[in-house]
């Protein structure tokens, strides 16, 4: 991967130079102003971090590196002509900012089954769990177990200097890459399987190999995953998992610390753990519908949730305010592959009934489907029943946005995290002051 290093380097080096020249120029422009309602609702929209990877527009939805995910669709390598893109191929884009070749994707493969061998004191480790701890703990543990390996930390430990710390964490980034699908699937099949491992396959890519390894060996369903891990790898940084993992390397801490706080961000209910949270209620809705799907029934059912208290899950997003182009993609996956699928008729037809519901209740910013709304269908559909699995493979694939963040963050010496918080009372008097 000496290619990929030196063009890493090379553009660190233009980065770091325009950043400085920025700075001098403008550093002291304003380019965001705080409310008192912004300090109270968890700092929602106030422009403070600098991400390097994606960026999400509003209108647009997110874009990795300028790209959409249409135009990713379109240029990123796949493994067959009319497929799906290769995750591995994003990976490249949001440490490069470029479009890969097929050469370089393989590349890519190559170096992670040279470095995906998982030490077996992890799946100690996890055998060591109770069988019904929650597989996200028990990826989080993982994870975690393994900061013993990390090359940043002897890197540190030895004196490397400033400048050099991204490259101890990209070979650290590189290594847990290749190592997740096998420990995530290790976690999927003690919990569900019997505890009967199966080995990673060599001649199979980073997706298709990680369906092979939970027992899953169909085509579609590698495609479904090289869909799903380019999908969710990266949102901004200011999201629960990229801005926990974020605000933990930005202490120097490595790669296997920052991600695995990460993770346990993203195990809350209002991140990624909705994606299972939709299947459950499609499923608590199915025994209401009787022989057919009819919009009265679907409505009656999220007035009454929403009635309840509670919110229609997968619908609705913090920045977003139209539809999810990640749900599109999945839309037009499900169309193609599974069109006459019973929960995708349910979720289809939920598209057309839940926003003019929210919008005449009036309380959603943005009535629209996310990407919750759509992911856990395709994940059942090829027989991943289990939900409380879901997020593990949304962890497994945001980890490439997350680690090439950290990436770019060590290279272009980001600074430890710190902003200043305030009391109701020196806010108050903040605001007497003006």
């Known amino acids: 991967m000496e290619k990929l290093k030196e063009k ?58 300028g790209y959409t995910i249409p135009e990713l669709s379109e240029k990123l390598p796949k493994a067959t002509k009319s497929g799906e893109p290769l995750p591995e191929g994003v990976l490249y884009l949001l440490l490069t900012g470029d479009i890969p070749t097929a050469e370089e994707v393989k590349e890519i493969q190559e170096e992670f ?35 013993k390996e990390s090359l940043f930390e002897k890197a540190y430990r030895c004196g490397a200097p400033r400048s050099k710390y991204w490259e101890s964490n990209y070979e650290d ?10 420990i995530a699937a290790y976690i999927y099949r003690r919990n569900y399987r019997g505890d009967t491992q199966i080995a990673p396959d060599p001649k199979l890519d980073w997706a298709a190999n990680f369906c092979h390894m939970l027992g899953i060996n169909n085509p579609e369903c590698y ?23 974020h605000n933990v390397a930005s202490a120097l801490s490595d790669v296997y610390y920052a991600l695995s706080a990460g993770i346990n961000g993203l195990a809350g209910p209002l991140h990624g753990l909705a994606n299972q949270e939709v299947m459950r ?18 409505e009656k059912f999220v007035w009454d949730t929403l009635n309840s208290g509670q919110v229609v899950p997968g619908y609705g997003h913090a920045v977003l305010r139209k539809t999810d182009p990640r749900y599109t993609a999945q839309r037009e ?6 069109p006459n699928d019973e929960n995708f008729q349910i979720v289809k037809f939920l598209y057309d009934v839940v926003p003019p519901i929210l919008i005449k209740q009036g309380k959603a910013k943005d009535p629209w489907p996310n990407v919750d709304a759509h992911s856990g269908v395709l994940l059942y559909h090829y027989g991943i029943t289990e939900f409380d699995f879901y997020t593990v493979f949304f962890g497994v694939s945001r980890a490439i946005g997350i680690l090439s963040q950290i990436v770019w963050d060590r290279a272009l010496n980001a600074p430890i995290e ?17």
Request: positive net charge.
């Open 173 to 182: 980034a590189l290594n847990l890459l290749a190592k997740l699908p096998q």
């Open 113 to 147: 089954k040279k470095r995906s061998a998982v030490p077996q004191y992890v799946f100690d480790m996890i055998r060591s769990l109770p069988v019904d701890t929650h597989p996200m703990t028990q990826f989080s543990l993982a994870i975690l177990s393994m900061q």
């Open 223 to 245: 495609e479904m995953m090289r869909l799903y891990l380019m999908l969710h790898c990266d949102h901004e940084s200011g999201n629960v998992s990229a801005h926990a993992a």
């Open 418 to 434: 710190r902003p200043k918080s305030e009391t109701l009372e020196s806010v108050k008097k903040l605001i007497v002051k003006k």
């Open 8 to 65: 890493i380097a090379k553009k660190v080096a233009v980065r770091a130079e325009e950043i400085k020249a920025f700075l001098k120029e403008s550093g002291k422009e304003v380019i965001s102003q705080v409310t008192v309602d912004q300090a109270f609702g968890g700092g929602r929209g106030v422009k403070m971090l600098i991400c390097e990877t994606s960026l999400l527009d509003p209108e647009e939805g997110i874009r990795f590196r």
């Open 281 to 298: 209620w499609i499923i608590d809705v199915k025994p209401k519908l009787g022989d057919k799907i009819t919009k009265e029934v679907l």
């Open 333 to 338: 996956f499900a169309i193609k592959y599974m």
